[in-house]
């Protein structure tokens, strides 16, 4: 069946970076886009990028270009992505979620816990 | 790229029906059909309930409806039930930033 599989998750030290990873499974992995999406504690959904695994240049939300990058594992449909420059500010719930290139997120990941703290 | 403007929240009693808004800009909203809604209960990961303004995925109940005015969307939830109570977020392909989302509404069930 279709799934978004995370992991990478964890504490990390103020200034560091994080990669987080999504495989997917279930379906076509070059037919949809993957977002990646982020929730602070008790805050609403914040988009941050996407990814067509068939090829193309991410897009990146403004507030985050400079420290965000997305890539494409094709061996194993993986789509992984790396946050630099972290502060308290960036902890969150991340999420990578598949849809078109202009929304409609019909999976969603189990969410990645990030927790920054020195 | 600003958040889209929901209501911070909305309440209404079992049967009734509720409207939540998403207001934008022509740059957003208003210039794209490209509009999705997402419900979202507490600890769990978010569901689209409708895509492209007005498309519902198979298998969401016909009581979730979209629908555009001007740079304003809209999510009516007809005969509103207890498990209908969550938070619900809209969302845009914008010009400037493939997509963004609005703030979010809590939803109520009196």
């Known amino acids: 069946q279709m799934q978004l599989l995370q992991s990478g998750a964890g504490v990390k030290k103020p200034g560091a970076s994080v990669k987080l990873s999504c495989t997917a499974s279930?379906?076509?992995?070059?037919?949809?886009?993957i977002h990646w999406v982020r929730q602070a504690p008790g805050q609403g959904l914040e988009w941050m990028a996407k990814?067509?695994?068939?090829?193309?240049?991410?897009s990146y939300a403004q507030i985050f270009k400079g420290r965000v990058s997305v890539t494409t594992e094709m061996s194993t449909s993986t789509v992984n992505m790396e946050l630099s420059g972290l502060t308290s500010e960036d902890a969150a719930v991340y999420y990578c979620?598949?849809?078109?290139?202009?929304?409609?997120?019909?999976?969603w990941g189990q969410g990645s816990l990030v927790a920054v703290s020195s | 790229q600003s958040a889209l403007t929901q209501p911070a929240s909305v309440s209404g009693s079992p049967g009734q029906a509720i409207t939540i808004s998403c207001s934008g800009t022509?740059?957003?909203?208003?210039?794209?059909?490209?509009v999705s809604w997402y419900q979202q209960h507490p600890g769990k990961v978010p569901k689209v309930l409708i895509y492209?303004?007005?498309k519902r995925p198979s298998g969401v109940s016909n009581r979730f409806s979209g629908s555009k005015s001007g740079n304003t969307a809209s999510l009516t939830i007809s005969g509103l039930q207890t498990e209908d109570e969550a938070d619900y977020y809209c969302?845009?392909?914008?010009?400037?930033?493939?997509?963004?989302f609005g703030g979010g509404t809590k939803l109520t069930v009196l």
């Open positions: 492209d303004v007005n």
């Open positions: 979620a598949r849809g078109h290139y202009a929304g409609n997120l019909d999976y």
């Open positions: 279930g379906y076509p992995f070059t037919d949809f886009y």
């Open positions: 022509s740059t957003d909203v208003g210039g794209y059909q490209y």
């Open positions: 990814i067509s695994p068939s090829g193309g240049t991410p």
């Open positions: 969302s845009s392909y914008t010009t400037s930033s493939p997509l963004v």
